[in-house]
Nanobody, 121 residues
Framework: QVQMVESGGGVVQAGGSLRLSCVAS????????MGWYRQAPGKEREFVAM??????????EYAHSAKDRFTISRDNAGNATYLEMNSLKPEDTAIYYC????????????WGQGTQVAVSS
């Protein structure tokens, strides 16, 4: 079973930056995708970014809203992922969740507890 601890959320003014962290434990995750989703009040949870393993190393994908402003990264051990968020906008206000789709005979979608990001105008 995978446990995840998220941190780094907070309140920031528009144009500011935050760095979210997600540290996982419980199994080796070096070749497992890790990602970030967010859920704003009254809205459905949406994809933000993910980092996946390939033979060439880690690659990344971003939602259109995150491209050019957010950067997802991974530590060398593969058990932590970070989301650097720059040029934040009020519409980025949401609870941000770390996600790990753990493969196996019975795949399990693991979620962190969430960290609140609030961007004031």
């Amino acid at each position: 079973q995978v446990q995840m601890v998220e941190s780094g959320g907070g309140v920031v003014q528009a144009g500011g930056s935050l760095r979210l962290s997600c540290v996982a434990s419980g199994r080796t995750l070096i070749n497992v995708d890790m990602g970030w989703y967010r859920q704003a009040p009254g809205k459905e949870r949406e994809f933000v970014a993910m980092t996946g393993w390939s033979l060439r190393g880690y690659n990344s994908e971003y939602a259109h809203s995150a491209k050019d402003r957010f950067t997802i990264s991974r530590d060398n051990a593969g058990n932590a992922t970070y989301l650097e968020m720059n040029s934040l906008k009020p519409e980025d206000t949401a609870i941000y969740y770390c996600n790990i789709p753990v493969p196996g005979p019975v795949p399990v979608d693991c979620w962190g507890q969430g960290t609140q990001v609030a961007v004031s105008s």
